[in-house]
């Protein structure tokens, strides 16, 4: 399996409820990196956690960061019709910058 | 400031023919990044180049596939004599140097016919 999987795979939700997504992963990295896709549209980048930081906060964001377990999460606070995309996590091993990214989260929320 | 430009956004070719993808990164990035996204797969690197210089094509197919950051320009991943299982999206990433996220084009929609 690869650097970077997301859990679960799909996540259907109310409006207003929240939303987590879990990423892991297997090597060391310098960072991890959250996306968000639109469906047949680019990657839009929503944060990045370096290896020393815990946890962040971006707006509706929070994205923890266990380099013990080897894996992170997002959540999404008060999720909006609007959040529906495919999530995905990124992670960056360092040596030249290699970014490897899982296979996504495909959220949807129900208005 | 414009973000990183990809184009075309979408691009037909019958097998056979050559494909070009151009990816115009931020402003101040010298560091270019292209991923392919195969239908329900996850993005997958192919290549990272700086100025003039391939750094890793590690992920590049061996044959039909290369990469080239000219000194003036875009950075272009071109894809020679394509076949059906080169469809694809394929998508350009740059940064100022590798502690900073990767800011992402919006990608290439490649189809073969």
């Not at chain 1, 207003?16 to 996306?35: D, F, H, P, R, V």
């Not at chain 1, 946890?55 to 377990?69: A, F, W, Y």
């Not at chain 2, 996850?42 to 990469?67: H, T």
């Not at chain 2, 084009?105 to 073969?112: K, P």
Request: net charge positive; proline share 4%; glycine share 8%.
């Amino acid at each position: 399996s690869q650097q970077g999987e997301e859990d679960p795979q799909a996540l259907s939700i109310q409006e207003g409820e929240n939303a987590t997504m879990n990423c892991s992963y297997k090597t060391s990295i310098n960072n991890l990196q959250w996306y968000r896709q639109n469906s047949g549209r680019g990657l839009v980048h929503l944060i990045l956690i370096r290896s020393n930081e815990r946890e962040k906060h971006s707006g509706r964001l929070r994205v923890t960061l266990d380099t013990s377990k080897k894996s992170s999460s997002l959540l999404i606070t008060a999720s909006r019709a609007a959040d529906t995309a495919s999530y995905f996590c990124a992670t960056d091993s360092g040596g030249y910058q290699k970014v490897t990214f899982g296979t996504g989260t495909k959220l949807q929320v129900i208005p | 400031n414009a973000g990183v430009m990809q184009n075309p956004r979408h691009l037909v070719r019958r097998r056979g023919q050559e494909a070009r993808l151009r990816c115009s990164p931020m402003k101040g990035h010298s560091h270019v990044y292209w991923y392919r996204q195969l239908p329900e797969e996850g993005l997958k690197f192919m290549v990272y180049l700086q100025k003039e210089n391939i750094i890793d094509e590690s992920g590049m197919p061996k044959e039909r596939f290369s990469a080239e950051f000219p000194k003036e320009g875009p950075s272009i991943l071109r894809i020679q004599q394509v076949v059906r299982g080169d469809s694809a999206a394929y998508f350009c990433a740059s940064s100022p140097d590798k502690n900073y996220g990767y800011t992402f084009g919006s990608g290439t929609r490649l189809t073969v016919v």
